[in-house]
């Protein structure tokens, strides 16, 4: 099981490009959650997404940042037109389950992308 | 905000002292997880404990929950310099969404 991948590992682009950031979950897993982590911060909710399902994306900025989990293929967090504040840790995790009840078993997280805006 | 506290931020200790850390936590949980980072890596899962459990143990980690004070510890016996990272603890609760505390960061000295 090579655990959740996140591509590229790095990622530079310039002020008005845009960036994709790719997650692959765990095998098996159909819950994933996409944090932000900014210089010298714990890790901030972005969105979670089920396969074809935006489930809550209540800590994604409104403008210029979208996500897809499509039901083949990879987790893309989509940036459009990054500019300098966008320059963080992109990390990506996973779960078997995402309810209450039964989300016992923890989430496993993948290496993150760290995106640089110049 | 929901967000957890990690206590202290910042910790320098001597290579074969302990560390303990401290995280607290604002609602139910049902389990909270600690991890590593060092510094420009990925996170890296330490250890999971429900919210039934009141101490867990892995090598040189323990770790002990109490659901009343809302809070947990991570304690590194012997510390080594390789344990020089940012521990996060991390629960889930009320949301199934994990939320991360700001982080404790740990030098180890040589």
């Known amino acids: 099981n090579a655990g959740v991948m996140q591509n590229p590992r790095h990622l530079v682009r310039r002020r008005g490009q845009e960036a994709r950031l790719r997650c692959s979950p765990m095998k098996g897993h159909s819950h994933v959650y996409w944090y932000r982590q900014l210089p010298e911060e714990g890790l901030k909710f972005m969105v979670y997404l089920q396969k074809e399902n935006i489930i809550d994306e209540s800590g994604m900025p409104k403008e210029r940042f979208s996500a897809e989990f499509p039901k083949e293929g990879p987790s893309i967090l989509r940036i459009q037109q990054v500019v300098r504040g966008d320059s963080a840790a992109y990390f990506c995790?996973?779960?078997?389950?995402?309810?209450?009840?039964?989300?016992?078993?923890?989430?496993?997280f993948g290496s993150g992308t760290r995106l640089t805006v110049v | 905000s929901q967000q957890g506290e990690e206590d202290p931020q910042a910790l320098s200790i001597q290579e074969g002292e302990n560390a303990t850390m401290n995280c607290s936590y604002k609602t139910s949980i049902n389990n909270l997880q600690w991890y590593r980072q060092n510094s420009g890596r990925g996170l890296v899962h330490l250890i999971l404990?429900?919210?039934?459990?009141r101490e867990k143990h892995s090598g040189r980690l323990r770790v002990t929950l109490d659901t009343s004070k809302k809070s947990s510890s991570l304690l590194i016996t012997a510390s080594r310099a390789a344990d020089t990272a940012s521990y996060f603890c991390?629960?889930?609760?009320?949301?199934?969404?994990?939320?991360f505390g700001r982080g404790t960061s740990l030098i180890v000295h040589p």
């Open positions: 991390s629960y889930t609760g009320g949301s199934y969404i994990p939320t």
């Open positions: 995790a996973s779960s078997l389950t995402g309810t209450e009840i039964g989300n016992v078993y923890g989430y496993t």
């Open positions: 404990i429900r919210s039934n459990e």
